[in-house]
């Protein structure tokens, strides 16, 4: 019974969680440059030295975010999906796939809805033009690896607290009483 109501929970909430990723790495991927570009331009007048860095090593800014963002969805996505134990194989598909619908997703959108639908998205991305809303968009994953990290550090400690509490509560329950002593008679002389 328990095996299928977990088999119906995640008919439901694989889709869902594959939806968000998708739209996450999509948003993400489409909205990175122009992020980057405006963090760049932001940065010159304050710190004309790492402006002019960045500005001439852009590409390579926008893959390390773009990467930050894959890195963070790919070993969530899949570690919700199927599970902690996951065999590497399966792991590796699953990120691939996302990868992929991720990278073909200006591609496929074009060819299906013309240049117009990629304008229309790329319209949204205005917002990135202010420098501070833009270094917070790209510091979202970062954001989400450290709260994961977070949590998981302070779950696993929980569980160790937990766990030494139960291993003493049962050495002190096995722990026979003490045997009641025999009194000790002084010897007649």
């Known amino acids: 019974m328990r095996i299928v109501a977990n ?3 995640a008919a439901v909430v694989t889709p869902v969680y594959f939806s968000l990723a998708w739209t996450m ?3 993400y991927q489409t909205f990175t440059k122009t992020a980057v570009n405006s963090v760049v331009q932001g940065l010159n007048p304050v710190l004309p030295v790492l402006g002019e860095w960045l500005l001439l090593r852009v590409q390579l800014v926008e893959f390390i975010h773009a990467l930050a963002w894959i890195f963070v969805l790919t070993s969530m996505i899949p570690s919700v999906l199927i599970g902690k134990k996951r065999g590497v194989l399966v792991h590796f598909f699953c990120t691939l796939m996302l990868s992929l619908m991720a990278l073909s997703f200006a591609d496929l959108l074009g060819l299906m809805f013309g240049a117009q639908a990629i304008q229309q998205i790329n319209s949204y991305a205005v917002i990135l033009n202010n420098p501070w809303i833009a ?3 790209l510091s979202l994953p970062y954001i989400l690896m450290l709260a994961v990290d977070f949590y998981g550090r302070k779950r696993d ?3 160790r607290e937990e766990f030494t509490v139960s291993v003493r509560e049962t050495e002190e329950a ?3 009483a003490p045997a009641p002593q025999a009194r000790l008679r002084p010897f007649a002389t």
């Open 25 to 27: 790495l999509i948003t």
């Open 174 to 176: 096995e722990e026979p």
């Open 157 to 159: 400690k929980q569980s």
């Open 7 to 9: 088999l119906g929970k």
């Open 135 to 137: 270094g917070f968009y």
